[in-house]
């Protein structure tokens, strides 16, 4: 008989926590779910919910931390933001997993985090998919952010051995929690589209990205914990490679909006990191996994936007 897996999702009330606390539930597992906030967004029966601010130390060591796994969702994510306000970048990015390290040490838990980190390491290149290994280059604040957290974590695994495996996402998409389309980029497009306005795109919307559904991460999520083979690896994670221009295309013509090209202001073109796009053959062919979603096909099961 298999033993039922247990989990801790922290930062379970954002995007990605809530799609793969779902999808843990619906797989019967045994979770436990904690964010800053007061209550849980989702009700989910039989599944514990804890406030903490992991910032705080003590709130930390409140947490059911004897688990198979722990999933970081926390931390804050943007770009030009994080250059005045640092602290709080610093403080919820990296103290917050460097607090869960220690109290997981203290504890003497042996949780297997599972990390997800972003595509803004990379030094981007023209047209050309990134391997893990491919340059880095770190534009940001919360780029250094989450590098320095993917080091933490190595450092862990060398001296105290540590579980962990790391996941770098790109542009995730989708929504099957409520009526939002989806957030991040293509939210924005979306809710654009249903406004009857504009879609805006930066310069000549030629930049590529790799495009993932949140549905798809969260079954990767589930099986990179599960294999003993991603202990202590970094991978990308795959999906559709478009342009902004593509996807803005494909969301106007079903809209019936125009594109707006404006020039990139001035701090946005200087820590643009260029095309990242995703080579994930390396998890793909360890987990024989194929995406269940495409991005195209997404946008025309979507219902008319206006």
């Not at 722990?70 to 990296?94: C, H, M």
């Not at 202990?231 to 106007?252: H, P, R, V």
């Not at 998890?283 to 946008?299: A, G, H, I, M, R």
């Amino acid at each position: 008989m298999n033993q039922q897996k247990t989990a801790l999702v922290l930062g379970a009330n954002g995007y990605l926590g809530r799609h793969l606390v779902q999808h843990l539930h619906q797989k019967n597992w045994t979770l436990y779910r904690s964010d800053i906030g007061d209550a849980a967004k989702d009700s989910f029966d039989g599944l514990h919910y804890v406030q903490a601010n992991l910032v705080n130390y003590a709130e930390v060591l409140t947490l059911p931390l004897e688990v198979d796994y722990i999933y970081i969702f926390t931390g804050l994510t943007g770009t030009s933001a994080a250059f005045t306000k640092y602290p709080d970048f610093v403080n919820s990015n990296e103290i917050t997993l460097l607090n869960l390290l220690k109290a997981l040490q203290e504890v003497g838990s042996k949780a297997k985090i599972i990390f997800p980190s972003t595509r803004l390491v990379y030094k981007g290149v023209e047209n050309m998919p990134l391997v893990e290994d491919a340059e880095k280059e770190f534009k940001t604040v919360y780029a250094i952010n989450k590098f320095a957290c993917e080091q933490y974590l190595q450092m862990w695994g060398n001296a105290f051995g540590q579980a962990y495996s790391i996941i770098r996402i790109c542009v995730p998409y989708g929504n099957l929690l409520d009526s939002n389309y989806s957030y991040g980029t293509l939210g924005f497009f979306l809710n654009k589209a249903a406004a009857g306005e504009a879609i805006t795109l930066y310069g000549d919307g030629e930049l590529r990205r790799t495009f993932s559904h949140v549905a798809d991460l969260s079954r990767y999520f589930e099986q990179v914990a599960l294999h003993l083979e991603t202990q202590g690896q970094t991978y990308n994670f795959g999906g559709d490679n478009c342009s902004l221009k593509e996807i803005a295309t494909a969301i106007a013509e079903k809209a019936d909006v125009p594109i707006q090209y404006v020039p990139f202001p001035p701090l946005d073109a200087a820590i643009e990191s260029g095309d990242t796009i995703f080579d994930s053959t390396k998890l793909d062919t360890l987990l024989n996994f194929k995406p269940e979603y495409s991005v195209y096909q997404w946008l025309d099961s979507l219902p008319k936007l206006r």
